[in-house]
Nanobody, 120 residues
Framework: QVQLVESGGGLVQPGGSLRLSCAAS????????MGWYRQAPGKERELVAS???????SNDDSVKGRFTISRDNTKNTVYLQMNSLKPEDTAVYYC??????????????WGQGTLVTVSS
């Protein structure tokens, strides 16, 4: 059984920082692109940032210069460092990964979601 487990969400003041983590567990052969999405109430889920297995990064314009995505392939983990947080960043954040398990075919997996609230 392969799954993604997220952590790091919480309440932070505007201008503050948080670091989200998402770890893939189980019997894994390899992991392709990993990304972070977010969904605010009443809005569509949107891609925030993604990173390929080779380290190529794509960021949404709304977070450029503030958020940094990274991954540690030895830990099967993707991170999202969020700085200079704004109230409009408030959302449930979901990680996503393309995973090849040792026992089956390619899977696209979602984390359980972690709530980030930016408020004074």
């Amino acid at each position: 059984q392969v799954q993604l487990v997220e952590s790091g969400g919480g309440l932070v003041q505007p201008g503050g920082s948080l670091r989200l983590s998402c770890a893939a567990s189980g019997s894994i052969l390899g992991i392709g692109v990993m990304g972070w999405y977010r969904q605010a109430p009443g809005k569509e889920r949107e891609l925030v940032a993604s990173i390929t297995a080779g380290g190529s990064i794509s960021n949404d314009d709304s977070v450029k210069g503030r958020f940094t995505i990274s991954r540690d392939n030895t830990k099967n983990t993707v991170y999202l460092q969020m700085n200079s947080l704004k109230p409009e960043d408030t959302a449930v954040y979901y990680c996503n990964a393309r995973v090849v398990p040792t026992t089956g075919k390619f899977l696209e997996l979602w984390g359980q979601g972690t709530l980030v609230t930016v408020s004074s």
